[in-house]
């Protein structure tokens, strides 16, 4: 089955003398949500960026469905959903107007905007925010903000970036219950995060990044078979890479 991300050789980073990332080779499917997981400082954020089109590889290349950013930006930019790490909103907007813009966008039709948002704001408890303004919310309310606006276009891939920071434990349910009905209906999902028992909980497969490299990646059994360590968790997996690599 051809991979809705493919991500061949990938060298890049800021600045064409230093590669943050070396060589990442890694491909995201249909229904599979996929985690990447390293330490402050492994690539993380730098990986995404590329995926995103903000940053050109230095070497190797990166399609989603089939196209990359080159060949056609904004077929390539529709392609995703992305939920950022820190909420981006227009000041001057609010919450309904934003959702509309995503619409817009996106090829929308109103029917399909207010069934679709009517259920969103629903299941994030945001319809009493409707009409305010972004600057007026807290954290996570941006956060779901941004959740809602990826969630509503109904991408065939997510770029999710540590999520669930700043959410309260019912926003957490609801982000992680979506994700699972987008993978359901054949929507492939990177996730970054930093929180590990909730990743081998959730994720189908698991990119182990440090130092700009790939280190690991597989199923959490692969993970064990590969490390040696028969029936630990992927807390467990990650710490034991981390810890070779100070050797």
């Known amino acids: 089955m051809k991979a809705l991300l493919e991500v061949n050789n990938v060298t890049g980073g800021y600045s064409p003398s230093r590669a943050v990332i070396q060589n990442i080779s890694f491909d995201i499917h249909a229904h599979e949500i996929v985690a990447l997981i390293g330490l402050n400082g492994a690539g993380k954020s730098t990986t995404i960026k590329h995926i995103l089109g903000l940053l050109q590889p230095l070497e190797g290349s990166i399609h989603i469905a089939g196209q990359t950013f080159q060949s056609d930006p904004d077929h390539y930019r529709l392609s995703y959903g992305y939920i950022p790490e820190s909420p981006i909103y227009y000041e001057e907007l609010t919450l309904w107007e934003h959702i509309e813009l995503m619409a817009m966008s996106h090829g929308l ?40 606006m990826a969630l509503l276009v109904q991408p065939p891939l997510y770029i999710v970036d540590e999520p669930i920071l700043g959410l309260d434990p019912l926003g957490i349910r609801s982000l992680l219950t979506w994700l699972e009905r987008c993978k359901e209906q054949g929507a492939g999902i990177l996730m970054s995060t930093h929180i590990l028992a909730t990743a081998e909980k959730y994720c189908d497969r698991f990119i182990l990044l440090h130092k700009g490299q790939i280190k690991a990646q597989g199923t959490l059994a692969e993970l064990r078979q590969f490390t040696g360590l028969t029936n630990h968790s992927l807390d467990d997996i990650y710490l034991h890479i981390v810890e070779d690599e100070k050797q």
């Open 109 to 148: 039709t109103k029917e399909q905007l207010d069934q679709r948002a009517s259920v969103l704001l629903k299941e994030f408890r945001m319809e009493e925010m409707k009409n305010r303004f972004p600057q007026q919310f807290s954290k996570g309310m941006r956060q779901k903000l941004m959740i809602m």
